[in-house]
């Protein structure tokens, strides 16, 4: 099972060979059925693996699980012409194990973040962020994403994320002196 492989890209992490600064092209060379197109703006390669396995002609078996666990999908957003930042979606039941295995393969994460969530409607439960990575690239695993069912393994670049930002500023700027 491939769960990171070394170097090519900023400082060699990768998920699955996809890292940081990776251009679509590279992106659809590797991964030739991802869906693309633009989302709020920004250009998005995804994968579905429940689409591929109704659909065995569009199935990219090698992004149906990761640290041997089910993927509910694979996302990759680009910043200009590269990428910026790939998420996984996972069942949030399968935090700890998924934990083990990048501890396994990366040692002990660099932080490790705790903290109280309440919902709008009242509702707390515990969130869980493990952070890897030294350069400009970086593992986050959260133990939920934007539902408490899911859990999110995400690779992104600092660089690009404010670059992102700055041109996200832009845009609204932007929008301002059209009112």
Not at 13 to 22: D, N, Q, T
Not at 33 to 59: D, H, I, Q, V, W
Request: contains cysteine; aromatic residues 8%; charged residues 25%.
């Amino acid at each position: 099972m491939l769960l990171l492989a070394a170097p090519a890209y900023a400082d060699g992490l990768e998920l699955k060979g996809l890292a940081p600064g990776m251009t679509k092209g590279e992106v659809l060379k590797k991964y030739p059925k991802l869906t693309c197109g633009r989302f709020e703006g920004m250009e998005n390669c995804a994968y579905f693996p429940e689409f591929g396995r109704e659909s065995p002609a569009s199935r990219v078996k090698e992004l149906d699980t990761l640290a041997g666990v089910p993927v509910n999908s694979w996302s990759v957003s680009f910043v200009g012409t590269a990428a910026g930042h790939i998420g996984v979606r996972l069942g949030a039941r399968h935090f700890d194990h998924v934990m083990q295995a990048f501890r396994e393969r990366l040692g002990a994460p660099r932080e490790v973040k705790n903290s109280t969530v309440t919902t709008n409607m009242g509702v707390k439960y515990e969130q869980a962020e493990a952070l890897w990575g030294s350069g400009d690239s970086v593992i986050s695993i959260r133990r939920y994403g934007s539902t408490i069912d899911e859990m999110v393994v995400t690779l992104s670049s600092q660089k690009l994320a404010l670059e992102f930002g700055r041109k996200q500023r832009l845009k609204a700027k932007e929008g301002a002196a059209d009112m």
